[in-house]
């Protein structure tokens, strides 16, 4: 059994506890967590041959130190903090709680749970996975502004509604254009303008078609910088959004094509989704049992057990709610284009299972599927 050291993170500085091959104890401290503090470090344990770091998924500040620790060569794993916690429970009584005790807690669940993290060698792929957050983020801001953007026009110049007003030949027109009265004040050589698209297409519309949707106007005119604002922030969030999906399809090709290959073979799933998924689960290695994959998306149901009595409840949410929501979208995706969990979705339908329950039997499904294909290195084929 190699060393282990357990690191409890803190954003200011960090302790840690090694534990010795039988579980001694042996050397405890702090250290800053900067690059000094990193090398003090690694001089505190240099006397030990192959150790094997681990600490707490903490969000952010976890991820310099894992990077460290993996540029300079050491096995480093990061550990849920949620079984962390669990393992504490069951441990001991005692409700005492420093950070040299929670490193302590880290290095003991890390010697004995090695089945459960011994595939963790490598830390997770930090860039993939806040390109994926960013993605994300951008992702919610494009969706918040797309409704901003549609209340303002409801007041400012509701008739032009009836169009497709998300294009982005709409919105570089409502940049210049933003209410009827803006329409009426320009001349049709300024408006067939703003209609050309600086390439490609234009709009398939025509200074005369602008008009009529301005012509009676009940819009408020003083509403209109408001729509100008809205549709300048959207084009630049989308081009964001745009530049951000590249990026992150590209580093996850880069790293794990065969297994964007394989998930991307279902057909339903598509390079997005499946690149988000990844980005999240980092390596199929780090899961023994597909339960444990169920488990991580947090798409496991609650149990109550007391005597004789067993409940199955709600899905324990405990997971990563990011990676349900792409989950749920792989779903809906399979139920539109692919037979064979369609038909599974419909059996649970008739069997009485609400939408919303057979579309989380159909994620864990899909999650099964999934971790069959990515084991075997195969792509999707229907069953036989």
Not at 111 to 119: D, F, L, N, R
Not at 125 to 132: C, K, N, P, V
Request: aromatic share 8%; with cysteine.
């Amino acid at each position: 059994m190699s060393t282990i050291i357990g690191i409890d993170i803190s954003q200011e500085s960090s302790s840690f506890h090694l534990l010795g091959e039988g579980g001694t104890q042996e050397i405890s401290g702090s250290f800053a967590m900067n690059r000094s503090g990193f090398q003090s470090l690694l001089q505190r344990v240099a006397h030990v041959k192959a150790p094997r770091f681990f600490m707490e998924s903490t969000g952010r500040y976890h991820m310099t130190l894992a990077h460290f620790l993996l540029q300079e060569g050491h096995k480093t794993a990061i550990v849920n903090p949620v079984l962390v916690k669990q393992f504490s429970k069951a441990n001991t009584l005692r409700k005492t709680k420093t950070d040299k005790i929670d490193a302590l807690t880290i290095a003991r669940y890390a010697q004995q749970a090695p089945k459960e993290i011994g595939a963790i060698e490598r830390a997770m792929d930090d860039q993939r996975l806040s390109t994926a957050r960013r993605r994300e983020q951008i992702a919610e801001l494009v969706a918040t502004t797309k409704t901003q953007l549609k209340a303002d026009l409801t007041v400012a110049w509701p008739e032009v509604l009836s169009l497709d007003v998300f294009t982005k030949g709409m919105l570089r027109l409502f940049t210049h254009y933003p209410c009827a009265r803006s329409i009426e004040e320009a001349t049709d050589e300024q408006l067939s303008l703003a209609l050309k698209a600086p390439r490609g297409r234009g709009l398939a519309l025509t200074a005369a078609d602008l008009r009529h949707l301005a012509n009676g106007s009940i819009g408020i005119p003083s509403y209109g910088p408001l729509v100008a604002d809205s549709a300048q922030s959207l084009l630049f969030l989308e081009e964001k959004l745009e530049l951000l999906t590249k990026d992150l399809v590209s580093l996850v090709r880069e790293t794990q094509d065969l297994e964007m290959r394989i998930i991307t073979s279902i057909p339903g799933i598509g390079e997005i989704t499946a690149a988000h998924c990844l980005a999240k689960i980092v390596s199929i290695d780090r899961f023994q049992r597909y339960q444990n994959l169920i488990a991580f998306c947090g798409t496991d149901p609650g149990i109550y057990e007391s005597g004789t009595i067993l409940r199955r409840g709600k899905i324990t949410k405990r997971g990563s709610a990011s990676l349900r929501k792409y989950l749920y979208l792989m779903a809906s995706g399979v139920n539109r284009c692919n037979p064979y969990f369609k038909t599974y979705y419909d059996k649970k339908r008739k069997q009485g299972f609400t939408h919303r329950k057979a579309m989380v039997a159909q994620m864990n499904k899909i999650i099964k599927t999934l971790f069959a294909m990515l084991k075997k290195k195969e792509m999707f084929s229907v069953p036989t």
